[in-house]
């Protein structure tokens, strides 16, 4: 009754709204792993560890003779897996935000939208610094990088991220409804994609019946796209950045649309159904 509501510029507004996302960002980062470098840690180990097993199963059967690209195969191993990470991990963040019956959303600054976006940026934010420490190392300890346009490999390596958060968006609008299917399709994208990202092949080599299997994926032309950037002297001929862009701002509105219809029909029972 005697409250005194003070009005705030949209100034101030985005400036709290950014701060509370920076601590849920940071809240985020360190439930991973108690500690924040450790989570790094771990997740370049597994990025190395893929390479090493790629770089092995490919020398074992010959696979980088005709189909690979001229220039540094581990470069390419590379560019397919961080993209596929990115991608999967972010994914899974979004897919695992705070939603509208977690005890968080009964602080005051805190929302539904608040806990995606820290979730996205968190994903981003070990994800390039796990890029900026492979590649660093590569560069120092074993052979010099070079990559022909590396703004343009990273618009590749952000648009990954974002079709991740788009696809985790529609899940996480689901996931309270169909809890089961929803983990379900969540896992069978992220096996599917170990083959039908395109990490493993190069798009041009492949013939007409082959390309028409992967170029449904978002990823497998973000992928190609990223090597066009990445390489000299490859020109991708049957993929390109549009397709994927337009699918994830497609993704985004139907994520937000069913989250938003998911949030006003929250039920405290949900949490008890994870």
């Given at each position: 009754?005697?409250?005194?509501?003070?009005?705030?510029?949209?100034?101030?507004?985005?400036?709290?709204?950014?701060?509370?996302?920076?601590?849920?960002?940071?809240?985020?980062?360190?439930?991973?792993h108690g500690n924040a470098f450790l989570a790094i840690?771990?997740?370049?180990?597994?990025?190395?560890?893929?390479?090493?097993?790629?770089?092995?199963?490919?020398?074992?059967?010959?696979?980088?003779?005709?189909g690979a690209i001229r220039g540094d195969f581990i470069v390419y191993l590379l560019s397919g897996i961080f993209l596929y990470?990115?991608?999967?991990?972010?994914?899974?963040?979004?897919?695992?935000?705070?939603?509208?019956?977690?005890?968080?959303?009964?602080?005051?600054?805190?929302?539904?939208?608040?806990?995606i976006g820290a979730a996205a940026f968190?994903?981003?934010?070990?994800?390039?610094?796990?890029?900026?420490?492979?590649?660093?190392?590569?560069?120092?300890?074993?052979?010099?990088?070079?990559?022909?346009?590396?703004i343009g490999a990273f618009m590749m390596f952000l648009l990954a991220w974002f079709v991740g958060i788009a696809l985790g968006l529609v899940l996480l609008a689901l996931k309270p409804w169909f809890p089961t299917a929803t983990m379900i399709i969540s896992t069978i994208y992220k096996r599917a994609n170990m083959i039908a990202s395109g990490k493993m092949f190069v798009a041009n080599t492949?013939?007409?019946?082959?390309?028409?299997?992967?170029?449904?994926?978002?990823?497998f032309h973000i992928i190609d796209q990223c090597r066009g950037y990445a390489f000299i002297n490859y020109n991708p001929r049957y993929t390109n950045w549009e397709y994927p862009l337009i699918v994830g701002c497609c993704f985004v509105v139907l994520g937000l649309m069913?989250?938003?219809?998911?949030?006003?029909?929250?039920?405290?029972?949900?949490?008890?159904?994870?």
């Open positions: 009754m005697f409250e005194q509501v003070r009005r705030h510029s949209r100034l101030t507004v985005a400036i709290r709204m950014l701060e509370v996302i920076y601590h849920s960002v940071v809240r985020d980062v360190r439930k991973q840690g771990v997740n370049m180990l597994q990025i190395v560890i893929f390479v090493a097993v790629f770089y092995v199963m490919f020398t074992l059967l010959g696979l980088r003779g005709p990470m990115t991608n999967i991990r972010t994914l899974g963040a979004v897919m695992g935000a705070e939603g509208p019956s977690s005890p968080m959303m009964q602080n005051a600054p805190m929302n539904t939208i608040v806990a968190g994903a981003l934010y070990i994800q390039v610094l796990t890029l900026a420490v492979v590649l660093f190392g590569y560069h120092v300890i074993i052979s010099p990088i070079t990559i022909e346009d590396p492949l013939p007409g019946f082959m390309i028409a299997m992967f170029d449904w994926n978002p990823l069913g989250e938003f219809y998911t949030r006003r029909h929250a039920s405290a029972s949900w949490n008890a159904r994870r």
